[in-house]
């Protein structure tokens, strides 16, 4: 074999050395390395719902609007409440005197003495007295109620957020308890990295984390919070009998499961919008050395 021929085999053998180098450091970084494309953006979720009924006169907010904590969103018609609130001051007067008169007639017995007032009538009025200051404790009790439904009929933020799925308007009724609108917690963004079963024992809580948005831009920096430990046995539900209602067919190919991956985010730049529900892929960068007693469990 001439010069010429020994360059091409060894070039030849170069190419075949360096396609299986690489190929078995893709197959290690696609198989084995602890990264998903399957993450979601997630955040806090705070459903508004009032704590009195009435007509809704005020809404303060549009949808996907940006709040602050304590900003009005919407009101409820506040004068039944307000009237309910003078009632409630009228009843608190009245049992106040009530009160003040029964504790006058007890201390006008006790000075009798036994000779002109007797044991038994001292001793009804004094019960009486006692009637009328716990008929007072109930009145304030039933102001302080009257107080609050009034001051609820203006609902606020519970938190900075965003406003979404605004579902009210001036006149509508309103139902205590019943949904009208959510606000997005703006400082809970986190995300669940949804990683092969397979990849978990490369995990540990505390490894730094990349986050790369399918819509681009900056790479968000994080670490992983905690780590799942259950997700549903769709093979194995209830019967009627309350018994495992197992599949009488196995899948011989089987697929990993997923166990949702909990990566809190350090720091989320200005110029980054973030929105539950977003798409993103997320890199668990694993440590060399593992702090001591490390595992999936802490």
Avoid at 86 to 103: G, N, P, T, W
């Amino acid at each position: 074999m001439n010069g010429q021929g020994l360059l091409r085999f060894a070039i030849t053998l170069l190419v075949f050395a360096a396609a299986i180098w690489l190929g078995n450091d893709l197959w290690q970084r696609y198989m084995h390395s602890p990264w998903t494309r399957d993450g979601r953006v997630k955040a806090d979720v705070v459903t508004i719902a009032p704590d009195v009924s009435g007509i809704v006169t005020t809404v303060a907010v549009k949808d996907n609007q940006s709040v602050h904590k304590g900003d009005l969103l919407f009101s409820i018609d506040h004068e039944r409440y307000r009237l309910a609130l003078a009632q409630a001051d009228a009843i608190v007067a009245a049992r106040k005197v009530e009160l003040s008169s029964k504790r006058d007639d007890v201390a006008r017995r006790a000075d009798l003495g036994g000779v002109v007032i007797s044991e038994e009538n001292l001793s009804n009025t004094t019960a009486q007295a006692l009637a009328a200051a716990a008929q007072y404790q109930e009145a304030l009790s039933a102001r302080d109620t009257a107080k609050l439904n009034l001051a609820r009929t203006e609902i606020r933020a519970p938190v900075d957020g965003y406003i979404t799925n605004l579902d009210i308007h001036p006149g509508d009724y309103a139902s205590t308890g019943k949904p009208v609108l959510a606000v997005v917690d703006s400082h809970s963004f986190w995300v669940y990295g949804y990683f092969e079963e397979t990849k978990l024992p490369l995990v540990y809580v505390g490894d730094p984390a990349i986050v790369r948005l399918m819509a681009g831009g900056t790479e968000l920096r994080g670490h992983v919070d905690s780590i799942s430990h259950g997700i549903t046995d769709r093979d194995n539900a209830t019967g009627r009998e309350l018994l495992a209602d197992v599949n009488p067919t196995f899948s011989w190919v089987r697929l990993a499961q997923r166990i949702p991956v909990r990566i809190q985010l350090d720091e989320v730049p200005q110029d980054v919008e973030l929105a539950a529900g977003m798409t993103a892929t997320v890199i668990i960068e694993p440590r060399q050395q593992k702090p001591p007693g490390a595992s999936l469990a802490h």
